[in-house]
């Protein structure tokens, strides 16, 4: 057995380090899986930040990832009863050990929720094993589902990544209706993907605001009508520009995928009276904001949702359409760039300033 490299966030705030730890010991229903392309998101800019609960440092970080897998023991199979064989090419479900048997997961029906569930790359640390996608393999442990991509080029489904199940999530929580007008506020990955999905459902009008440029230039790749950059237009200005474009009365629904508190009250006053407002950007605890529970809430009649993470059916779906040639067109317009293992910082640097649409990490690559 090898030595597999791996990049870590040793403590919060600390440099990122390049590490080699031994090729685990694979128990029965477990795998190896050699990892293709894994990606640096928003939540890895938290997790250095130290800005997340739950979690064990060190960390190997990257919670979506995909490759092949190399080594299965005992059988694993798909959903679908199918058998998963040595180098088939698979993503898999980050969440781990939902219990399935407490009151979340039985009578909320709210497994996002439930608090026995672990999340490989936030919540398994290197003390638990080769758990993050930063590395040359991750050790699947018995248990974690994984999903077959056929011989889909793992840059098309990375495009979406983790962005594309969260996406899929806030919108199904939002109740895209066909026709709606839809305003996505924030054009980072959860926003893109949100955009794209929407027009799967049927949205009649498309909106987005956000920043920079590039993301913006994306945001009407992936099916925005119109958008607007966040940074040179003030609240009454944003306000201005979506009434204009839908009568005057705002967006049926809003999607806040931005991150700031500030963007939830916006995306409440961004929205029609009675219209469904679905809050998914605050992700980390960023701080308190006000708003006037009766102008902003109960006169208007907003049904305001929270979102949370993403369970099995959303990655389901999502590999479901990074399968078919025509609905994965919209990540085939995503821009991503791709950094070798070792160059994880600047990766991480770079989404941390925006200076990317989307970051994939090669393990497969030397710098
Ligand atoms: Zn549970
Ligand atoms: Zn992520």
Sequence with gaps: MGALRVALIPAPGAPIEIREVKEPALETGAALLRVELSEVCGTDVSLHDGRLEGVPYPLVPGHVSVGRLEKIRGDLADVDGRPLREGDRVTFLDVHRTCHACWYCLVAKATTRCPRRRVYGITYGLADGLCGGWAEAIHLKPGTLCLPLGDTAPELFMAGGCSLPTALHAVERAGVLPGDTVLVLGS????????????????????????????????????????????????????????????????????????????????????????????????????????????????????????????????????????????????????????????????????????????????????
């Design 188 to 367: 980072g990955p959860v926003g893109l993907s949100a955009i794209a999905v929407s027009s799967m459902r049927g949205a009649g009008k498309i909106l987005c605001i956000g920043a920079p440029d590039a993301r913006l230039e994306a945001a009407r790749a992936m099916g925005a009508a119109a958008t607007l950059d966040h940074t040179r237009s003030d609240e009454r200005a944003r306000l201005d520009w979506v009434r204009e474009r839908t009568a005057g009365r705002g967006a049926d629904v809003t999607i806040e995928a931005a991150g700031r508190p500030e963007a939830v009250v916006q995306a409440m006053r961004f929205t029609r009276d009675a219209g469904r407002v679905v809050i998914v950007g605050q992700y980390t605890d960023h701080g308190d904001v006000s708003f006037n529970p009766h102008a902003d809430l109960n006169r208007r009649q907003l049904d305001v949702l929270g979102c949370w993470g993403s369970d099995f059916s959303h990655f389901h779906r999502a590999t479901g359409i990074v399968r078919d040639p025509d609905r994965s067109r919209p990540w085939s317009r995503l821009p991503a760039r791709r950094y070798p293992l070792a160059e994880a910082a600047r990766a991480l640097d770079d989404v941390r300033r925006l200076a990317v649409v989307k970051a994939l990490l090669d393990p497969r690559v030397s710098a």
